[in-house]
């Protein structure tokens, strides 16, 4: 079965870093490219960026570039969202997504990581 | 940037009816790269259809999407859910993909 198993909800300070992964299983990891998606708060989805973890080839979205920086280890099949300094409007869950191997829709998703930043 | 534009913001029906969902591209979509997503309160989104009408693997044919049917571009795309059934109620999202930077739309929400 295909698998992506995101880390736990986490509770931030504003400035403070934070690094949450996203684990793949059940196919190979390094053949299909892995995106990260943003839902505040009774919004809607927003694709912050992308990567291809067999040569950790990444695509940012306009609004998310230099932001964030995207990351992933395939020798643990995992994939990773990083915040140098966190603030309160980084408040929202995050999930990552599996892109399909032919086209660019997202056909496994993970379960989500709620990140809070509050003081 | 494609902008896609969801309506209705939210629809409320009873179960067993019929729900239109539209989605509208500031651009026209080519190869009718347009996917479809549901979200349930509390859940990941799940992906329903891509290629605007394909339907994913589980997914019941009481939905059905719907694209361009001339040309296999355009900029106006539907899903219908036939019969309504309480496990309906989500937000449901659609995606285009095929150019950068790929968007979604806003969503609409269907109510029972």
């Known amino acids: 079965e295909v698998q992506l198993v995101q880390s736990g909800a986490e509770v931030k300070k504003p400035g403070e870093s934070l690094k949450i992964s996203c684990k793949g299983s059940g196919y190979s990891f390094t053949s299909y490219w892995i995106g990260w998606v943003r839902q505040m708060p009774g919004k809607g989805l927003e694709l912050m960026g992308l990567i291809y973890p067999g040569d950790s080839d990444s695509k940012y979205s306009p609004s998310f570039q230099g932001q964030v920086t995207i990351s992933a280890d395939k020798s643990i099949n995992t994939a990773y969202l990083q915040w140098t300094s966190l603030r309160a409007s980084d408040s929202a869950i995050y999930y990552c997504?599996?892109?399909?191997?032919?086209?660019?829709?997202?056909?496994?998703w993970g379960q989500g990581t709620l990140v809070t930043v509050s003081s | 940037e494609i902008v896609l534009t969801q309506s209705p913001g939210t629809l409320s029906l009873s179960p067993g009816e019929r729900a239109t969902l539209s989605c509208r591209a500031s651009q026209r979509i080519y190869s009718n790269n347009l996917a479809w997503y549901q979200q349930k309160p509390g859940q990941a989104p799940r992906l329903l259809f891509y290629a605007s009408s394909t339907r994913a693997t589980g997914i019941p044919d009481r939905f059905s999407g719907r694209g361009s049917v001339t040309d296999f571009s355009g900029t106006d795309f539907s899903l219908t859910i036939s019969g309504l059934e309480p496990e309906d109620v989500a937000v449901y999202y659609c995606?285009?993909?095929?150019?950068?930077?790929?968007?979604f739309g806003g969503g609409t929400k269907v109510e029972i």
């Open positions: 995606q285009h993909y095929g150019s950068s930077p790929l968007t």
């Open positions: 997504a599996r892109q399909a191997i032919a086209d660019d829709y997202f056909d496994t």
